[in-house]
């Protein structure tokens, strides 16, 4: 079985509205958003190895954010120019060309592609994963090549807006 946490980048700046897509950073709430989903997501009982993050400012700015909280440091990010997508096919593509070993990381990626992903993967109804959103899924898989839809269980899904402040637990697939 192999686990993945899909996260959606922290809100991102739109202060300079000639700056390219790829290059806006996070602002002020995204800066203190993703350190909390970092702990949030720490509490899980779950050991991430790796994050692969979308090249774009605002999902690197995320990764390192973040990361820490996840006991992982600069060595442990992975970026990865196939993930600035906002095509679920592309990330699922890149997923199922993953070596057999890749088994506990999380990916840092874009809407819509995110909430597509999710909801095809585990053939849920989530209408939108908000700016910093988690999703943790165990995929009934070995080999990454076999991924497909309904093949995973949706664990846990947060948000740094739930309504309660803390993680919404979805039980066991």
């Given at each position: 079985m192999?686990?993945?946490?899909l996260i959606r980048h922290a809100k991102s700046s739109w202060k300079e509205a000639t700056l390219p897509d790829l290059?806006?950073?996070?602002?002020?709430?995204?800066?203190v958003d993703a350190p909390v989903m970092g702990r949030r997501l720490q509490e899980q009982p779950i050991s991430l190895k790796q994050v692969f993050s979308s090249p774009a400012v605002?999902?690197?700015e995320t990764a390192e954010w973040l990361?820490?909280?996840?006991?992982?440091?600069?060595?442990?990010?992975?970026?990865?120019?196939?993930?600035?997508?906002?095509?679920?096919e592309?990330?699922?593509?890149?997923?199922?060309?993953?070596?057999?070993?890749a088994d506990k990381f999380a990916v840092i990626c874009h809407n819509p592609a995110m909430t597509d992903l999710v909801n095809f993967l585990t053939?849920?109804?989530i209408e939108?994963?908000?700016t910093c959103g988690v999703v943790l899924m165990h995929l009934h898989i070995n080999n990454w090549n076999d991924l497909g839809a309904g093949m995973a269980g949706l664990v846990y899904f947060d948000f740094p807006k739930s309504v309660t402040g803390k993680t919404i637990s979805l039980g066991a697939d």
């Open positions: 192999k686990t993945i946490a290059d806006r950073p996070l602002n002020r709430r995204g800066r605002r999902a690197t990361m820490p909280n996840l006991g992982l440091g600069a060595g442990n990010l992975g970026v990865v120019p196939a993930l600035y997508t906002f095509n679920y592309d990330i699922l593509a890149w997923l199922r060309s993953l070596d057999t070993a053939l849920s109804q939108k994963i908000p």
